[in-house]
């Protein structure tokens, strides 16, 4: 690193110039990541963009602020700059298993589905209880139709976090598409006492019992899903 005012060559870690005093670095790196988290906690993305791109053009390799303006160009809807942040952070840390689970959940949103399994898996290569992985390898699977090995992630879900209860609800929609209704019956019954996915979790049970035969309780569960529909209008 080269010192624009007179030209002395810098260390890279150097915070200024040991010819003439100048700062080579943003004097204010720690000022601007509080700025920006501040801002992120509040919802004022903008601001915390503001500050986050500053600190990344002093600091381009810097790893929180390329992970943090990911994030925020994530919820702006800007997806392509958000992978390439979290890329950028990644390539500094590789073992950042937020920023890799961060990295799929940006793919994923953006179709890219083979992407955003690398960026799971590399999640639980670096740690292999990192829970919400397991479920988003899931849901990716779901989607792709791979239902035999979606429920093994999402069983391993419920293994390493029990209360984890949309992986449950899940559970239960394989096993009725498997044709295991008992089983698929009981998950959504759990997850109905727990007002988890409740809605959906009533319909499937009253389409469970009434291909089981039991048309008054199909009836009676369908009932409670409208009244719970009606109930969330305002």
Same mark, same amino acid.
């Given at each position: 690193?080269?010192? &624009? ?12 110039? *040991? ?19 501040? &801002? ?7 601001? @915390? !963009? ?5 600190? #990344? ?7 929180? *602020?390329?992970?943090?303006?990911? /994030? ?9 700059? *958000? ?9 500094? =840390?590789p073992n950042f298993v937020l920023c890799a689970y961060d990295l799929g959940v940006a793919w994923y949103h953006r ?6 399994? !690398? ?12 829970? *919400? ?15 035999? @090995? ?10 390493? #976090? ?20 008992? #089983? =698929?019956?009981?998950?959504?019954? !759990? &997850? ?8 959906? &979790? ?6 469970? !019992? ?5 048309? =008054?309780? /199909?009836?009676?569960l369908l009932e409670r899903a409208r009244q719970f529909g009606r109930s969330g209008v305002s």
């Amino acid at each position: 690193m080269r010192c &624009s005012r007179c030209g002395h060559e810098a260390a890279k870690h150097d915070k200024f110039c *040991a010819e003439c005093g100048k700062f080579l670095r943003d004097a204010f790196i720690d000022h601007r990541l509080l700025n920006a988290l501040v &801002s992120m906690r509040d919802g004022n993305h903008r601001n @915390a !963009r503001r500050e986050l791109e500053r600190l #990344t053009q002093a600091e381009p390799d810097h790893v929180l *602020a390329n992970h943090l303006l990911g /994030s925020v160009y994530f919820h702006q809807g800007t997806l392509d700059q *958000a992978v390439e942040r979290y890329r950028k952070a990644l390539a500094k =840390a590789p073992n950042f298993v937020l920023c890799a689970y961060d990295l799929g959940v940006a793919w994923y949103h953006r179709g890219n589905l083979p992407e955003a399994m !690398r960026a799971f898996r590399k999640c639980l290569e670096i740690d292999p209880h990192f829970n *919400a992985a397991h479920y988003r390898i899931a849901i990716t699977l779901f989607h792709a139709g791979d239902l035999e @090995a979606a429920l093994e992630h999402f069983e391993r879900c419920t293994v390493l #976090t029990p209360e984890y209860l949309m992986a449950r609800y899940h559970i239960g929609v394989i096993r009725e598409r498997m044709g295991e209704l008992d #089983t =698929a019956a009981r998950e959504f019954q !759990r &997850s109905i006492d727990e007002g988890v996915e409740e809605v959906s &979790s009533l319909f499937h049970l009253a389409g469970i !019992r009434k291909a089981q035969g039991d048309e =008054a309780e /199909s009836r009676k569960l369908l009932e409670r899903a409208r009244q719970f529909g009606r109930s969330g209008v305002s």
